[in-house]
């Protein structure tokens, strides 16, 4: 069986896109030539975490998703050229409306569709809320010409349904671009836990999941985050096929036999004992059900 291999790569960003566009290169040319056929850039590499505070000036980085998007060009150029997957994460702006997005580009540099994120943090540190509104197309998957791939944004990454809704769509790989690493507001060392959480999404799903992660401290007035990198690929039983250090330029492949693990999938019977008649409170705020 014919496989597909995932790359992934992380790097320290800096308050220069330009810079950050030659990085990205670099490391997307470096994983295509170890033989990646997909390959993930984390989320938001152009510019700085800004949304360490709350500026409006910082709402002039976002730009609108046409054909003359200076970043989206070139990645799509490098697609072409090099014959990958990009999903590429970029700050959106829609007439009046702000979204953290994703744009899916093929192997011969088309677009085939946008994700906007949906699930949008706000704490110490991470205060989204003011930039960006809910993502308002739904979970999304693209058939690309090296398999079925769905992707997440950073903080929907913790969402069990997320990955799920995914893989029911067809999803035979899940992606996570992210941005994460202290939390001033509790010191607690969350990069276990969000390795964990994925690592589940790969497990119950019975599919390669991948997150790619910034390094370096970034310092905006007061706030200071130190991001603890440590991008990853998972194997469909959640284990750790390859993995980045916490500080430190990094590409990662791995090779999966997408149909074979598809088989695999069908015969383990996750999919086929579901219960979703069952599932309603899902839907629900608090887990109840009406009275009857």
């Excluded at 993930?40 to 730009?63: G, M, N, P, S, T």
């Excluded at 739904?138 to 398999?147: A, D, H, I, K, S």
């Amino acid at each position: 069986m014919a496989k597909t291999t995932f790359g992934v790569v992380q790097f320290a960003c800096t308050d220069n896109v330009d810079h950050n566009l030659a990085t990205a290169t670099r490391l997307v040319r470096e994983a295509a030539g170890a033989g990646a056929q997909v390959v993930l850039v984390q989320e938001l590499f152009e510019d700085l975490y800004f949304c360490q505070e709350e500026k409006a000036e910082h709402f002039a980085k976002a730009r609108t998703l046409d054909q003359e998007h200076p970043t989206l060009k070139a990645m799509r150029a490098l697609a072409a050229e090099l014959g990958v997957v990009l999903p590429v994460s970029l700050f959106e702006r829609a007439n009046q409306a702000y979204y953290n997005s994703l744009v899916m580009v093929d192997a011969d540099g088309g677009v085939l569709g946008l994700y906007r994120k949906s699930h949008i943090p706000d704490g110490p540190g991470y205060e989204e809320k003011f930039y960006f509104r809910p993502g308002d197309t739904g979970f999304r998957v693209w058939p690309t010409r090296f398999g079925t791939i769905g992707v997440g944004i950073c903080w929907d990454q913790w969402f069990p349904e997320a990955a799920r809704s995914m893989a029911l769509m067809g999803a035979d790989a899940l992606l996570y671009p992210t941005a994460i690493g202290s939390e001033p507001a509790t010191g607690f060392d969350s990069m276990e836990h969000w390795r964990t959480v994925m690592r589940g999404h790969a497990g119950a799903n019975i599919m390669p999941v991948m997150a790619a992660n910034r390094i370096g401290v970034e310092r905006f007035g007061e706030s200071e985050l130190t991001f603890y990198g440590s991008s990853f690929i998972a194997g469909q039983h959640g284990e750790l096929v390859a993995e980045a250090g916490r500080s430190g330029e990094a590409v990662l492949t791995a090779s999966f036999d997408l149909e074979a693990i598809r088989a695999e999938r069908a015969a383990w019977g996750l999919f086929r004992d579901r219960r979703p008649e069952l599932y309603g409170r899902l839907s629900t705020g608090d887990g109840s059900l009406p009275l009857r």
